[in-house]
């Protein structure tokens, strides 16, 4: 009895003395000391121009904004659609399977340009680069996904969600 309380006030001594540690220079987490704000000094530039931004650049081979454009394909088919709430609206995530290995790049494309719902019905097409040069494999090889956020400012509007793919849709309704 009398050696485990005289090991216990050791131990507690002894992990009493430990709290000189962290104010000590060997311990990692005093190397740097804590962060202090202060004010930003301003960036000299010669003309007037922002740093940050980079500067156009114009050759022989690319005159003007340079427009990219999006080659993919309908999807096959939309296996799953579910619809994720969240504190900033919603997350839409769609699973589908195309129809060769290899696809990628796949987008959940508005069928309407401001991507606002048309009669209360908020309508995608799932659409990704597929290669036509590979082999069809299996159906799990062959499964894509892809999502998009929607704010509370446009569910507020929404009924039902529609994903289209090549031979079918989902909806998922309120």
């Known amino acids: 009895m009398q050696r485990r309380v005289f090991l216990s006030m050791t131990g507690a001594f002894a992990l009493a003395g430990c709290s000189g540690f962290r104010q000590s220079r060997i ?21 007037g121009s922002n740093p940050l931004i980079p500067e156009r650049e114009d050759s022989i081979f690319r005159r003007g904004p340079r427009e990219e454009v999006y080659a ?56 990704a680069v597929q290669p036509s040069d590979t082999p069809q494999g299996p159906a799990r090889t062959r499964q894509v996904q892809a999502g998009v956020l929607v704010t509370n400012q446009t569910l507020e509007r929404v009924t039902a969600v529609r994903v289209r793919g090549l031979r079918n849709e989902r909806v998922s309704q309120r």
């Open 72 to 127: 993919g394909t309908p999807v096959d088919q939309i296996t799953a659609l579910t619809v994720e709430r969240t504190s900033d609206g919603a997350i839409i995530r769609v699973t589908g399977q195309t129809l060769r290995q290899g696809a990628f790049d796949v987008r959940l494309i508005p069928e309407h340009d401001e991507d606002a719902p048309v009669g209360g019905v908020l309508s995608y097409e799932l659409r």
């Open 27 to 47: 311990n990692p987490r005093n190397w740097f000391g804590r962060s202090t704000a202060r004010p930003r000094e301003a960036a000299a530039s010669a003309d």
